[in-house]
């Protein structure tokens, strides 16, 4: 079981906007950068987000994500089908000395 | 072009053993630092291990630490996963990661090979 739990589902109709939290602790996302990957089905992880809110190159400017404390969220704006996929947060974990991924949240466009 | 591929997954008895290898093209494999990652079957992704460019450190989930060892070669362009006393929980897809080092950010991986199955069952 991840340290870092993400709600499992999340849905919205085209358009919408999504947004998906990811919690964690003070030894991981309290202390650390906060990154977050999308993989489409059948398809190796994509990096979507870096560094909090940064986004690398080609990734639309639909995506963006924040932190909070102990929390990190990522939005997905003007919802399209092909944002149909599963989302995973993870940071660094001072404690574990490891990486930690969230639990996950796949997104449905209804 | 960057390219990971990896390689060495099949059908393993329980308390056996596998190696597995990821070979990086398409970039200088001996400026980054390398990761694994792996999935099991309908699940969520789950890190493992981590190397630095030199070799030294490296770190291991506790999930697989005494039983796994992660290893690189830079002559030769490859990361390897040297996995022993396999169990049935072990069974996932096993993924080799870069970080990226353009940004200076931990945790950024932003390459990934295709995978290879694991499959731990007697």
């Known amino acids: 079981q991840s340290v870092v739990t993400q709600p499992p589902s999340a849905s919205g109709t085209p358009g919408q906007r999504v947004t998906i939290s990811c919690s964690g602790s003070?030894?991981?996302?309290?202390?650390?950068?906060v990154n977050w990957y999308q993989q489409l089905p059948g398809t190796a992880p994509k990096l979507l987000i870096y560094n909090i809110n940064q986004r690398p190159s080609g990734v639309p400017d639909r995506f963006s994500g924040s932190k909070s404390g102990t929390s990190a969220s990522l939005a997905i704006s003007g919802l399209q089908s092909e944002d149909e996929a599963d989302y995973y947060c993870a940071a660094w974990d001072d404690s574990l000395n490891g990486y930690v991924f969230g639990t996950g949240t796949k997104v449905t466009v209804l | 072009e960057v390219q990971l591929v990896e390689s060495g997954g099949g059908l393993v008895q329980p308390g056996g053993s596998l190696r597995l290898s990821c070979a990086a093209s398409g970039f200088t494999f001996s400026s980054y630092e390398m990761n694994w990652v792996r999935q099991a079957p309908g699940k969520g992704l789950e890190w493992l291990s981590y190397i630095r460019t030199s070799g030294i450190p490296i770190y291991y989930a506790d999930s697989v630490k005494g039983r796994f060892t992660i290893s690189r070669d830079n002559a030769k362009n490859s990361l390897y996963l040297q996995m022993n006393s396999l169990r049935a929980e072990d069974t996932a897809l096993y993924y080799c990661?870069?970080?990226?080092?353009?940004?200076?950010?931990?945790?950024?991986?932003?390459?990934w090979g295709q995978g290879t199955l694991v499959t731990v069952s007697s």
């Open positions: 990661a870069r970080e990226a080092k353009q940004w200076l950010v931990a945790g950024a991986f932003d390459y």
């Open positions: 003070s030894s991981n996302i309290g202390s650390n950068t």
